[in-house]
């Protein structure tokens, strides 16, 4: 993978298909690695690279181990003051729409 002034991308699937599976601790064949490169080519959106990477991974081996917890919803440790600091802030404001002829947004407003 490699960036150029031009702001053109290049990737190189094989070889993030063999780096993302030594990342996640998963050994591929050579076959393996094709097949990886060959389905990414088709099915990628970019939306998450690395996500989609090591999903595919998973799923040309079968494998369930090592599977991160993207999207996990539980607070950090330390958060947790923080999260009731936000909770009670939103209890003293209201969401009203600002309405304009193109567009509605909704905007917190202090309670009275």
Not at 72 to 101: S, T
Request: charged share 30%; hydrophobic share 40%.
């Amino acid at each position: 993978m490699s960036i150029h002034t031009e702001v053109i991308i290049k990737l190189n699937l094989n070889e993030l298909a063999w780096e993302r599976s030594k990342a996640i601790d998963i050994e591929l064949s050579d076959n393996q690695i094709e097949e990886v490169a060959s389905e990414l080519r088709t099915r990628m959106s970019f939306d998450s690279l690395f996500e989609q990477t090591d999903m595919m991974i998973w799923e040309v081996t079968d494998s369930t181990e090592n599977l991160p917890q993207y999207g996990q919803i539980a607070p950090e440790p330390g958060w947790e003051d923080e999260l009731n600091r936000r909770e009670k802030a939103m209890k003293e404001f209201e969401m009203v729409d600002l309405v304009a002829p193109a567009w509605t947004i909704q905007v917190p407003r202090r309670k009275e």
